[in-house]
């Protein structure tokens, strides 16, 4: 016999049963639908609120003092989590030497995974638009060239590793082979290039401990010669009028030995960064390098800044070949990025 009150027992302990299986439900709803995705946010939040963290503290051969640093921002379009690396002065705080993107790791649920310091570098993402004015203009002179696998054509002498950005985007590169000899002064440099931004020597991309003007002369005297030198030595004294190139860059006797180094179809860019009196500098520039080269002329690529870019080849000028060098430029568009070729165009006259 069922009396009432074991009913009314039964009927509590049901409706218990079913208030928890409710709740059960529900809270087992959220940990498979939403809980994952709020949780990675929270992990990637977390990550940003401890940006910038610094990974890398040292000071170079000429006391100058550098740090490496993690910056963790969410990107304003896509929403989603950018860590960017950059290469510090401290004596120039707020921009970059070299800027690299990391790769993000699938998952970021264990500490370990959040410890941006490990990931990797994406080297297929330039986030310095001057390497590829560098090299488009390569292209645009037609020293160097997409159809060819021989490692003796497409040979580049860079002066000035920083972090490697540009010899990590050559390294890229699969389609051509592009031979470059890069030379730096200063040994701690080239070691963080190797340690925080994913610079692998190889024998097509090598890096050479030295003086430059030094090894320049080296280079002269065995006879070698170049498709294609770019000059990007920069001074690491940022209260100088001009910072890139360095004063001993400029000298009409490295300037001469730079010349003989470059092949007779050969050419030369040069990353000029003048703080003041800009226009004059970058006219001085272009004054001593025009003795050495049948053609030299300044390539605007943003408000403040031109390249220079010589050749020994004559009326090789934007003013004289403006069709030939346009076509050049969009016969390597895919390669150079659609962005920076309308810059060019944008800024220069291409007639
Ligand atoms: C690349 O160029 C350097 C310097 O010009 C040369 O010594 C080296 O042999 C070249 N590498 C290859 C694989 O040919």
Request: glycine share 4%; aromatic share 12%.
């Amino acid at each position: 016999m069922f009396s009432f009150a074991k009913i009314c027992r039964l009927w509590s302990f049901y409706k218990f049963l079913f208030v928890f299986a409710v709740i059960f439900c529900t809270v087992q709803y959220f940990l498979l639908n939403a809980g994952p995705t709020t949780s990675r946010r929270q992990h990637e939040d977390k990550i940003i609120s401890k940006s910038p963290i610094v990974i890398h503290r040292f000071c170079g051969l000429f006391k100058d003092c550098y740090h490496v640093s993690d910056v963790a921002r969410r990107n304003a379009k896509s929403d989603r989590l950018e860590v960017s690396r950059d290469f510090i002065s401290d004596t120039l705080p707020n921009g970059a030497l070299t800027r690299v993107h990391l790769q993000i790791p699938e998952d970021l649920s264990n500490d370990q995974n959040r410890d941006t310091s490990k990931w990797e570098v994406n080297k297929r993402l330039i986030s310095m638009p001057l390497i590829k004015y560098m090299l488009a203009s390569g292209f645009m002179l037609e020293v160097l060239k997409e159809e060819t696998k021989d490692p003796n054509h497409n040979r580049i002498l860079s002066f000035g590793l920083g972090g490697g950005a540009l010899q990590n985007f050559i390294a890229e590169l699969h389609q051509f082979t592009i031979n470059i000899t890069t030379v730096e002064i200063d040994p701690t440099i080239a070691e963080v290039g190797q340690r925080f931004f994913g610079f692998r020597p190889t024998d097509t991309n090598r890096v050479i401990i030295a003086d430059g003007i030094e090894y320049s002369k080296e280079l002269k005297d065995k006879g070698e010669s170049f498709d294609f030198i770019i000059l990007d030595a920069s001074s690491s004294d940022h209260t100088k009028e001009v910072v890139c190139p360095i004063e001993q860059f400029r000298e009409p006797e490295i300037i001469s030995t730079m010349a003989e180094l470059v092949k007779p179809n050969g050419g030369l860019v040069v990353n000029i960064y003048a703080v003041k009196k800009v226009y004059e500098n970058e006219e001085k520039i272009l004054f001593a390098f025009s003795r050495e080269f049948a053609s030299c002329f300044l390539m605007r690529y943003s408000a403040e800044q031109r390249l220079l870019i010589c050749s020994h080849r004559f009326n090789w000028d934007l003013k004289e070949q403006g069709k030939r060098f346009h076509q050049n430029l969009q016969r390597h568009e895919m390669l150079i990025g659609l962005k920076i070729t309308e810059t060019l165009y944008k800024y220069n006259s291409f007639q």
